[in-house]
């Protein structure tokens, strides 16, 4: 079975930094990209990203530059996320989730099939 | 940037009854749309993709319609596990991934 289990909260003071952690099971972390969502306090989803889980090379959304900064060890088969000079704004809840292909008049598309089970981020 | 609006914000239904749920894309995002379900304290669950296709082990009661820019999420008869946050997102044409803003499903 496919899981994504991440860290369970991580706290920082601001100006400080916290890693996430996004540890995948039951398939290997290379088989596919992998994205970070942001869900702020009481809020929607917020798409921040993906990395490239072959190369290592991260595509960051508007917003999301900067201060964040995604990381693979593919030898624990782990995701990370790393935002640095915390800022209050940041906390929140924060989710990697795996893609899954779909094919639409002939061209590949990708939704989110499994989500990891979630971060939250404390700036205090 | 593809804008994804879903209405109601929040929907007020009786146990048993029909709810049917709205997500319109700022332009045509052919069939690439997929449905969520969030429930207080976990992860998004996703529900259907391809606007129409149930993902593995989700009810019957959940069906999904539409094309282009505007879809429809129908649940036919609610059970007390539905109540929860439903998202629609958009993945026809990225970056970046857009989302809704949600509908909120709660007991009338």
């Known amino acids: 079975q496919i899981q994504l289990v991440q860290s369970g909260s991580e706290v920082g003071k601001p100006g400080a930094s916290v890693k996430v952690s996004c540890k995948a099971s039951g398939y290997s972390l290379t088989d596919y990209v992998l994205h970070w969502v942001r869900q702020a306090p009481g809020q929607g989803l917020e798409w921040m990203g993906w990395?490239?889980?072959?190369?290592?090379?991260?595509t960051y959304a508007q917003g999301f530059t900067g201060r964040f900064v995604f990381s693979l060890d593919t030898s624990v088969n782990t995701a990370y996320l790393q935002i640095t000079s915390l800022k209050p704004e940041d906390n929140g809840l924060y989710y990697c989730?795996?893609?899954?292909?779909?094919?639409?008049?002939?061209?590949?598309?990708?939704?989110?099939?499994?989500w990891g089970t979630g971060t939250t981020v404390t700036v205090s | 940037d593809i804008l994804m609006t879903q209405s109601p914000a929040t929907l007020s239904v009786s146990p048993g009854e029909r709810a049917a749920l709205s997500c319109r894309a700022s332009q045509s995002i052919n069939n690439n749309l997929a449905w969520y379900q969030q429930k207080p304290g976990q992860s998004p669950r996703l529900l259907i993709y391809?606007?129409?296709t149930r993902a593995t082990g989700i009810p019957l009661r959940f069906s999904g319609s539409g094309s282009g820019t505007e879809f429809t999420l129908t649940i036919s008869s609610l059970q007390s596990e539905d109540f929860a946050v439903y998202y629609c997102?958009?993945?026809?044409?990225?970056?970046?991934?857009?989302f809704g803003q949600g509908t909120k499903l709660e007991i009338k």
């Open positions: 997102q958009q993945y026809d044409n990225w970056p970046p991934y857009t």
């Open positions: 990395i490239n889980t072959n190369t290592g090379h991260p």
């Open positions: 391809s606007a129409s």
């Open positions: 989730a795996k893609p899954k292909r779909t094919v639409y008049r002939g061209s590949y598309y990708y939704y989110m099939d499994v």
